[in-house]
């Protein structure tokens, strides 16, 4: 069979995904060790019967809905290829934003960063990439995620980052002032039909979901962050896209000023940022 009818069997047996032809590419791709733009060029080429059954097998596992990234074993974020498994939250384009703004937040040279629930140190580690001069601190609960994120670290060749096992604020110490503080914490309502959809089926519920509406643990931080934070220094958060309002008046609650919130590439509300005095 050509690689083009495969992709074709493959795209016929997921119809569940939105993104139903680049799962078949990027699954065929990985089982032959060629990029999306070869197996466009060349999708006349026959595929040897090893390789078909390889191929095969791995669409049976997306048909049931497991997750691209977990069946590959990686995810790129920020143009950096992160391990995943199923310890934490795999890393979504979306988050990107995240990146971008605290990026242009116009922190000092040697800013401390501070970075809560880092899973697999997409944040952080995206962020040390592009500042090596950034002190970056990166939390997680998880003894699974902080190890996937110490691999990430290592593979990346990335060293400005501490890794730390902390609940929040919990194994960080007060006197530890921050430029910045930056999360993409859990937001969803526990009864959200979301969670029964799409990837999320194979994430940690406690990477995903929240009480009070999905709010509990960005009010948890926004209340805390002031005392960690230098004056000026900035709280910024990645929410649900219709959480800006309420997200925004927490900020408010704990004595943020200056608070913002920006768009995805989908035009919908997902990160505010807010400033301590």
């Keep these: 069979m050509t690689v083009r009818g495969l992709i074709q069997l493959a795209v016929d047996q997921f119809t569940d995904s939105d993104t139903a032809k680049l ?3 990027l699954l065929l791709g ?5 990029d999306r733009t070869w197996l466009m060029t060349w999708d006349d080429v026959d595929v040897s019967e090893a390789d078909q059954h390889q191929f095969q097998a791995l669409v049976a596992r997306r048909a049931r809905g497991e997750p691209i990234a977990h069946i590959l074993g990686y995810r790129e974020f920020w143009g950096l290829s992160f391990e995943c498994n199923a310890s934490t939250l795999i890393p979504r384009p979306e988050t990107e934003l995240l990146v971008e703004k605290a990026l242009q937040l116009g922190l000092p040279a040697k800013a401390r960063v501070l970075d809560l629930g880092t899973g697999t140190g997409a944040i952080a580690l995206a962020l040390a990439s592009e500042k090596p001069d950034w002190q970056i601190t990166a939390t997680d609960f998880s003894n699974e995620a902080l190890a996937l994120a110490r691999r990430n670290q290592i593979n990346l060749g990335i060293d400005n980052v501490e890794l730390v096992k902390s609940d929040w604020f919990s194994a960080i110490q007060p006197q530890r002032q921050f430029h910045l503080v930056v999360s993409n914490p859990p937001y969803v309502d526990p009864g959200s039909p979301y969670l029964n959809k799409g990837d999320v089926r194979f994430e940690p519920r406690s990477a995903l979901t929240a009480e009070n509406a999905g ?14 934070l230098q004056p000026n220094g900035w709280l910024m958060v990645e929410h649900g896209y219709e959480q800006a309002g309420p997200v925004a008046e927490i900020f408010r609650r704990s004595g943020f000023s200056a608070i913002s919130n920006h768009k995805d590439l989908a035009g919908w509300p997902r990160v505010t940022a807010g400033k301590i005095a």
């Design 23 to 25: 799962d078949a590419q």
């Design 30 to 34: 990985d089982v032959l060790g060629r």
């Design 215 to 228: 709010l509990a643990d960005i009010e948890q931080i926004a209340t805390i962050a002031a005392g960690y």
